[in-house]
């Protein structure tokens, strides 16, 4: 079984400032990772992904997440948060292929909202 | 973005009503998944399809059922609507299954 745990449901930082978000999994087997981000009223957009090649992954919008397995950890990091930022962030988990079949589906974090101060 | 589009985009209905809402693809994409989301719980699976025909239920499959009879469309029944299935719902489409999911729109069901 996988299971994801975002540390924190609200962030709240300065324009400029260094946005962290904490996303951590247990899962039996190597996983893939995702973070995907929500703005109001809309759908999930996937941020960046994790599928076992480079263990620091770029993403959309100046995002990266590092891969950290003897942690088990997968925080989604940018350097300077942008009023744009401002959104729902989703941590998500699925098996990796070496972990057999898993249809791909996923596994949600409860989710953080981000709010940018100006 | 991705080709999905989910209909309606909001329905208010009654209790002990069926419901059905349809996500539609134009990527021909193999894999596709319904999610609710419900504030504090983040999205929970409901059911999934990995081909015509093919589907399986997710996490919290009771009360509702699917059905796929071509590779774009990918229908989600409420049998018998109650109060707790208010909430969002989110179709997701998957090329590959486990590189990633896109998302639809999203449709908000609300249930007297």
């Known amino acids: 079984a996988q299971s994801v745990t975002q540390l924190g449901s609200h962030v709240s930082v300065s324009e400029g400032a260094l946005v962290l978000l904490r996303c951590n999994y247990s899962s039996s087997v190597p996983p893939y990772l995702f973070w995907y981000v929500q703005y109001p009223n809309q759908g999930l957009q996937l941020l960046l992904k994790?599928?076992?090649?480079?263990?620091l992954v770029k993403g959309i919008n100046g995002f990266e997440a590092e891969f950290k397995k003897s942690e088990t950890s997968f925080h989604l990091t940018k350097p300077s948060a942008h009023m744009s930022d401002a959104a729902e962030y989703f941590c998500?988990?699925?098996?990796?292929?070496?972990?057999?079949?898993?249809?791909?589906?996923?596994?949600f974090g409860q989710g953080t909202i981000l709010t940018v101060h100006p | 973005d991705a080709g999905i589009t989910q209909s309606p985009r909001h329905k208010v209905t009654e209790t002990g009503t069926p419901v059905t809402l349809r996500c539609h693809q134009t990527?021909?994409?193999?894999?596709m998944y319904w999610y609710r989301q419900d504030p504090g719980h983040g999205l929970r699976l409901i059911h999934y399809?990995?081909?015509?025909?093919?589907?399986d239920k997710g996490e919290v499959s009771d009360g509702y059922s699917v059905s796929r009879s071509k590779t774009e469309d990918f229908l989600l029944t409420l049998e018998s609507a109650t109060s707790s299935q208010t909430s969002v719902y989110f179709c997701?489409?998957?090329?590959?299954?486990?590189?990633?999911?896109?998302f639809g729109p999203g449709t908000r069901l609300t249930v007297l």
């Open positions: 997701a489409i998957s090329e590959s299954g486990g590189l990633g999911q896109y």
């Open positions: 399809s990995y081909g015509v025909k093919d589907t």
């Open positions: 994790y599928t076992s090649a480079a263990t």
């Open positions: 990527e021909n994409h193999r894999y």
């Open positions: 998500a988990v699925t098996k990796g292929y070496a972990g057999g079949t898993s249809y791909g589906k996923l596994t």
